[in-house]
């Protein structure tokens, strides 16, 4: 060890001594979603760097904060308690401020909203206030941009951001700017929801036509759904926000540390007989059947596939949640035809959708 390589050493003692001194506990108010800024990231037992590497993150992975200590963030990795330093994490909403000025060349003067109901809120991301929402086919003229999102024109005097996502660009002129609805008549604000993406790393789930694995269509799909409950006002809760194998146990776990309002797990089907086709809502416990029947007649309100109805089944991971739960089947990907719709972006916006909306419902 050379001379630069101990004085580089000395400094970093002195800065975790720094950090251990000074910084005292805080406990996250709210869960919260980073990404991975540095190209790689340990992944440790503990909340400090003398502490067992466990696994390692790379660049862009996105993690859920469950807790938060002397400058470490606490996630879950293979349904374990797991920490990471804060300083390598950038906050997923703050992330869309640092891109504005690079983004702003593609952004268009008009947008219709594209999706049924959606929040306009004070800053550019979820974690901003609601001030108003705006309904499917509503156009507003657009002023500003900060990464995923819009600042819009509410009428001649107000502004307000709405989720690029959930927008397309305005074909027609501007008819309406006065079309907005108040904010508290379709949402989940106060509601708890777990989101539970299916499978994961070393289980990839189902192997459909060509290879595709269960877990690689879970991925967007649930992706879609996090954003829809999201921008409804749900409080989201994930079990996995990675590629990686979370333990059923954990899973349930995870939605009975909360005050969990209700637990959706995300998945897609696979048969034998290759021409099973459509979509299937489970519950387990009699008393979730409601939920089932309000989520099912929902996405297929929202998607063109084969209505299968709402089964009970004893699955482990609907058994163990406390938490009304429902598990999804979301199509066949051993189907040619569910598999190639099943795939694409439009469809599983509209199971997202469909979720969102079965839970308004059934929370009604
Ligand atoms: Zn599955």
Not at 166 to 182: K, M
Request: glycine content about 6%.
């Amino acid at each position: 060890m050379n001379h630069r390589a101990i004085s580089r050493l000395a400094f970093f003692f002195w800065l975790s001594f720094l950090l251990f001194t000074f910084l005292q506990p805080v406990q996250a108010s709210d869960l919260e979603t980073y990404e991975v800024s540095t190209s790689i990231l340990n992944v440790r037992s503990e909340p400090s760097s003398d502490s067992e590497i466990v696994a390692q993150f790379v660049q862009g992975n996105e993690l859920m904060a469950f807790q938060e200590k002397y400058g470490w963030i606490q996630t879950y990795y293979d349904g374990e308690e797991v920490w990471v330093a804060k300083h390598h994490l950038v906050q997923k909403d703050s992330l869309s401020t640092e891109n504005s000025t690079t983004e702003t060349s593609s952004t268009p003067n008009m947008v219709t909203i594209n999706s049924e109901s959606i929040f306009v809120r004070s800053g550019p991301g979820t974690n901003y206030d609601a001030v108003s929402s705006a309904l499917s086919g509503d156009s507003f003229d657009v002023i500003d941009r900060s990464g995923d999102w819009y600042q819009i024109m509410i009428n001649s005097s107000e502004t307000g951001w709405i989720a690029s996502w959930l927008t397309e660009q305005a074909t027609q002129p501007s008819q309406n700017n006065n079309n907005t609805v108040p904010s508290n008549s379709m949402n989940l604000e106060g509601y708890n929801i777990v989101v539970d993406p299916g499978h994961g790393g070393t289980d990839p789930g189902a192997i459909g036509l060509n290879g595709i694995q269960e877990k690689d269509v879970i991925q967007p799909t649930s992706s879609k759904v996090i954003d829809h409950l999201r921008d409804a006002g749900a409080n989201v809760i994930v079990t996995r926000s990675g590629d990686y194998f979370v333990f059923l146990d954990d899973r349930a776990r995870i939605s009975n540390s909360y005050y969990t309002d209700a637990f959706i797990s995300l998945h897609y089907d696979a048969s034998l007989n290759l021409s099973a086709s459509g979509v299937t809502t489970y519950f387990a416990e009699s008393g979730d059947k409601g939920l089932g029947e309000s989520i099912q007649s929902s996405i297929i309100s929202q998607v063109n596939l084969h209505d299968r109805g709402v089964r009970q089944a004893n699955y482990k991971v609907l058994v163990n949640t406390s938490a009304p739960s429902v598990l999804l089947e979301l199509g066949f990907i051993s189907n040619p035809h569910d598999l190639s719709v099943v795939q694409s972006e439009s469809y599983q916006n509209e199971v997202a959708q469909g979720i969102t909306n079965g839970l308004i419902n059934y929370f009604e």
